[in-house]
């Protein structure tokens, strides 16, 4: 009896030893899962932070191109004043220049079509601009036929020179300068450029210590996002520095014989003006004139030389007629004779 109770207390002691031994495991077991878990939930946690922002910034960038989907652009230049886009552009140090876009359109007169264009050209190549188009055109219309369109980028520093060149060498009929100021949406995107690149380092820093393969697939594909963004942002903000740094002027060119005079705002002043447009349009009317008369001379006389042929045709068909009226007449007296 005392045998078989020294036994299974032995058994006891076996069962209860296992018993520890196999809870010590699996709690080594959980512990090690639990890290891994809360490992993957930061990651989970900071990737899920880091898309929001990215979402946040594309959302922004979206909104200063004026896309449909996103914020309007007056909505983004509000919340800028209020001081979110300026505070993190101040707290990331990025650019506070002014950013001014200028444009300008011109349409001018000139006697001397071929001299102006070439001087324009090279007055904007001295300044270290470029001319983006040229159109020549030689029709019959205006007072000589010729027109050209010009879409010139200038350096912004030199667009006030190359203006005065202008308003120098030709007469200007109509001018008109718009200036926008991009300067609250360039620094907004800077800032959120610079903050997707720090989001970029850190997930490069993840992924080198990422452990799983899921990890790292789900780093990867956040990164692709990221570095898509950032190409995104770098080429508007390319496009931002073009339009910057060249100010575009679009130039109508056209050739005329008399440039159009200022009209003066006093009243003999206005009287003059109008006393030589009308002399000049007198005299322009008798010089076309004279010039469609003589450029037509040769069908004039094509049709003359016709008019006189059909004349006498008809004149010698008429003699022939009456002369054959006057035979019968003469026949028909005759028979009438006893």
Not at 61 to 81: K, L, Q, R, Y
Not at 208 to 214: C, H
Not at 271 to 281: G, H, S
Request: glycine share 8%; with cysteine; proline share 1%.
């Amino acid at each position: 009896m005392k045998r078989r109770r020294c036994l299974r207390g032995k058994r006891f002691l076996w069962t209860a030893a296992a018993l520890l031994v196999l809870a010590a495991f699996l709690a080594g077991c959980g512990e090690s899962s639990g890290s891994s878990s809360a490992g993957a939930g930061e990651y989970a946690a900071d990737s899920a932070a880091s898309h929001q922002t990215a979402s946040d910034t594309y959302d922004t960038g979206a909104a200063v191109f004026g896309d449909s989907e996103g914020t309007a652009p007056e909505e983004t230049a509000e919340a800028g004043s209020e001081g979110s886009g300026s505070a993190d552009g101040a707290e990331l140090g990025v650019s506070a220049e002014q950013k001014l876009i200028r444009t300008v359109n011109m349409t001018v007169e000139t006697t001397e079509f071929d001299t102006l264009i070439a001087g324009l050209k090279a007055e904007t190549e001295e300044l270290g601009g470029y001319t983006e188009h040229s159109e020549v055109n030689t029709s019959d219309g205006g007072q000589s036929g010729r027109w050209a369109s010009l879409t010139l980028r200038i350096p912004a520093e030199g667009l006030d020179t190359f203006l005065a060149r202008v308003n120098e060498e030709a007469n200007v009929v109509y001018s008109n300068e718009s200036t926008e100021d991009v300067t609250l949406s360039y620094t907004d995107m800077e800032s959120h450029l610079q903050a997707l690149r720090t989001e970029q380092e850190s997930l490069l820093a993840m992924l080198e210590s990422a452990a799983s393969m899921e990890d790292i697939l789900a780093i990867q594909s956040q990164l692709t996002q990221v570095r898509y963004e950032i190409e995104s942002y770098e080429s508007r903000l390319r496009v931002y520095d073009n339009q910057v740094n060249y100010s575009t002027v679009y130039l109508d060119i056209h050739e005329v014989v008399r440039e159009t005079s200022a009209s003066g705002t006093s009243f003999s002043d206005r009287v003059k003006v109008r006393f030589q447009d009308n002399i000049y349009r007198i005299g322009s009317g008798f010089t076309n004139f004279a010039v469609g008369f003589l450029g037509a001379l040769p069908v004039l006389i094509l049709l003359a030389a016709a008019a006189a042929a059909v004349i006498l045709i008809v004149r010698k068909g008429m003699k022939f007629k009456k002369k054959r009226e006057e035979k019968m007449f003469e026949n028909a007296e005759e028979d009438e004779k006893p």
